[in-house]
């Protein structure tokens, strides 16, 4: 599965499923809004209801009382008509608002404008009849034969307590209801919060899994490739990391083999320069020796020259087998013991002819002792530092070679007086093929000699720096090695 495939589907799983609790609870909230809008209903209903119940009580106890009294409080007759006609709206009211589905409040309201207005009707008739006649002892009769058409108005208390009562039975059903809506909403969310803690807790182990682990495989296959070490089986799957995984394991077999023809044409080519090399120095050696007959001044001058160049070209023939060894990681030091001191003078020695040829004296500050390490490793880092210190110093100028020993360690220090070094030198100088200020001098050299230097002198577990001289024109180059245990 592609990358892009498992980042979809890990983005479109959390919104799918947020997006299914958005509806559920956006429907539980239209319910407890829809709940909360009939309870509104009906709580104006019921003002509306209560209104109903005390114009009703008022208009049927103000009805009595006018007739109570005798028939001859006109003023209480008046209000009593007026709470009526109350009465009456409010029932209209109600009933405009009333659902055909409340029975126990229709069946009221029909008993109320069945049996009780009429009755009050009825009531309010006879009182404004009585209310034109004169004798007040027709006003008592016509009280007495009322009186169950007054019993009559009196039945909505009754009817009331009942539309009350069955109104308190429906808001319970309605708060239950709400109470479990709400509940229902809390658990949503809570359900919403733990459900992304935990899916945001797989979906990173997911991808930490199924991403950053191979991505770091990848980085380590990366490093060995570089190394041109095993980077192991391949990739399983089929997404873009695995692809880049088979390129390179493709790339280091391909690297391999180059590498294995690289290293048998440079031992080839090294073989093929050693045999005229050793053929030409054994021939200069004789001419030194005066084998063929006397020489010449200028003939062993330029004998010297010619053998001078050769050293080198040997020194560069072993730095580069020295990298071809080191790039394959086949490189052993044979450790030895020796006296420090003795070898740097034959150093010193072996490069005298080109010092003076420079115009270059060089000095030798070293006490005797003996070091445990690599000989021939040592005298060829030593060759090169000197070597180095003869090209940049101007003539007529000192290199000082020093050696020094502590309780820890030992060190050995080439002291030129040249110009110093760049900032940039001083960042490419140990790097390999770095010709520093070689190529502003016209020097050539194959830029090797003191990584070469440098990796010698860390094989040992020691530190090769480069410094300026304190207060003085020129460069020290200070190698340090611990005394082996």
């Known amino acids: 599965m592609k990358i892009w495939q498992k980042t979809l589907i890990l983005a479109l799983i959390p919104v799918s499923l947020n997006a299914y609790g958005v509806v559920l609870m956006q429907d539980a909230i239209s319910r407890l809004s829809n709940a909360v809008q009939l309870e509104q209903t009906e709580a104006n209903g019921f003002r509306l209801l209560n209104r109903l119940y005390v114009s009703l009580v008022s208009a049927s106890g103000l009805f009595s009382g006018y007739l109570s009294s005798g028939a001859t409080d006109s ?27 409340q029975s126990v409040l229709a069946q ?21 009849k009585m209310d034109n006649q004169a004798g007040g002892e027709n006003k008592l009769l016509a009280l007495y034969q009322l009186k169950p058409l007054i019993r009559q108005a009196s039945r909505i208390n009754d009817i009331y307590t009942a539309v009350v009562e069955d109104s308190d039975k429906q808001r319970q059903v309605r708060i239950l209801e709400q109470t479990q809506l709400v509940a229902r909403i809390r658990s949503l969310v ?11 807790a797989v979906a990173l182990y997911l991808f ?12 380590a296959r990366s490093k060995a490739l570089a190394e041109l070490e095993d980077v192991g089986p391949a990739l399983s799957g089929v997404d873009e990391f695995a692809e880049i995984d088979n390129c390179i394991v493709e790339a280091r077999t391909e690297l391999v083999a180059a590498e294995k023809f690289r290293s048998q044409v440079v031992a ?3 073989h093929d320069m050693r045999s005229p090399l050793a053929s030409a120095m054994t021939s200069l050696e004789m001419l030194e020796e005066k084998f063929f007959g006397p020489l010449t001044p200028e003939a062993e001058k330029k004998i010297g020259s010619i053998t001078t160049s050769l050293n080198r070209l040997v020194l560069l023939i072993d730095e580069f087998l020295d990298l071809d060894k080191l790039r394959r990681k086949d490189l052993e030091l044979e450790v030895s ?14 490069l005298e002819a080109m010092a003076t040829k420079n115009g270059i004296k060089i000095e030798v500050k070293a006490v005797a002792f003996a070091v445990s390490a690599d000989k021939a490793r040592m005298r060829q880092v030593l060759t090169n530092l000197l070597s180095n210190a003869i090209k ?8 000082v070679v020093s050696a020094g ?7 050995l220090s080439v002291i030129d007086q040249g110009k110093g070094l760049s900032e940039q030198a001083k960042k490419e100088l140990f790097q390999p093929y770095a010709p520093s200020e070689a190529s502003a001098l016209a020097i050539k050299g194959s830029g090797l000699g003191l990584f070469i230097c440098r990796w010698f002198t860390e094989a040992h577990g020691g530190k090769l720096e480069a410094r300026p001289n304190q207060g003085q024109p020129g460069t020290t180059f200070c190698l340090t090695v611990p005394h082996a245990q």
């Open 75 to 101: 003023f209480r007759l008046k209000q009593a008509n007026e709470t009526f006609a109350t009465a009456k709206d409010c029932l209209k009211q109600i009933r405009a608002q009333t659902p055909h589905d």
């Open 108 to 128: 009221s309201l029909d008993d109320l404008e069945n049996q009780s207005i009429p009755a009050l009707e009825r009531l309010r008739n006879q009182c404004l």
């Open 190 to 200: 809570l359900s919403c919060l733990v459900f992304n803690i935990v899916f945001s």
């Open 208 to 219: 930490r899994r199924s991403l950053l682990l191979r991505l770091q495989v990848i980085l």
């Open 268 to 270: 080839m080519v090294a």
């Open 337 to 350: 013991e020796f006296i420090l001191s003795e070898m740097i003078v034959d150093v010193v020695a072996s």
């Open 392 to 399: 940049f110093s101007p003539r007529d100028t000192t290199i």
């Open 405 to 411: 020993s502590t309780a820890k360690q030992w060190s």
